[in-house]
């Protein structure tokens, strides 16, 4: 059973609709982070979560801690927001103390 | 600033043999850690160095080694290549050891396929 998992595993839209990602973990956490990765593989860090909401641009990243789930949502989507999102998180106590765990990735389509 | 490079960018091997990859961080970065990532995983730590020693590794077999030069450069060797090795192997780096993954810089990542 993996420690982080996201919904949905692809997804596509048409430009302009509104996108949301979810993201489900298992442990107790220090931190959640987004990360976006284009093709060719070259990632970049979105969000940094630890409670609350978050808004960058048409980004907008929410983080449940009691329901241990996140979201990320992107308003007005672009073809250029097609890319993989990646939710990873950063485990909090024990034997797994500072360890990453990540999710599968969502493989995001959006068509002009 | 040049940001991170990771040579080569594709490679192929066969069963058995051996793969030494090679990660230069961003200049004044002394921390340098390894993801494997492949369909069937996603995403994986292998391991992360500061100055010279491994602070921390992930669950892979110890087939998977690697090691970090004074000018923190670092490099990752996978010793008897087996096929589910075939992944996209990527390196970031930052400034300080442990790091939080939003302040590390990742590389465009080295493509192995075992054949």
């Known amino acids: 059973k993996n420690e982080v998992e996201q919904s949905p595993q692809n997804l596509t839209a048409q430009e302009g609709e509104f996108i949301t990602i979810n993201c489900s973990y298992s442990v107790g956490i220090s931190a959640l982070h987004w990360l976006q990765q284009h093709p060719g593989g070259g990632i970049v860090s979105l969000f940094m979560?630890?409670?609350g909401k978050k808004k960058h641009g048409r980004l907008i990243a929410t983080i449940n801690i009691q329901e241990k789930h996140s979201s990320l949502h992107i308003t007005a989507s672009h073809p250029r927001d097609s890319a993989v999102y990646i939710c990873a998180v950063r485990a909090q106590r024990g034997s797994t103390l500072g360890r990453l765990y990540f999710g599968r990735g969502t493989q995001l389509t959006v068509w002009p | 600033k040049a940001g991170v490079t990771q040579t080569p960018r594709y490679l192929i091997k066969t069963r058995g043999q051996q793969v030494t990859l090679s990660c230069s961080p961003i200049s004044g970065h002394r921390s340098v850690s390894w993801y494997q990532q492949t369909p069937g995983q996603g995403l994986q730590f292998l391991f992360e160095y500061f100055s010279e020693t491994q602070r921390n590794k992930g669950n892979f077999p110890g087939r998977f080694s690697g090691r970090q030069f004074s000018n923190s450069r670092s490099e990752m060797n996978v010793s008897t290549l087996e096929l589910g090795d075939s992944a996209l192997y990527l390196c970031?780096?930052?400034?300080?050891?442990?790091?939080?993954?939003?302040?590390?810089?990742f590389g465009p990542g080295t493509r192995l396929t075992v054949l």
């Open positions: 979560l630890s409670s």
């Open positions: 970031a780096s930052s400034y300080l050891a442990g790091g939080p993954i939003n302040e590390q810089f």
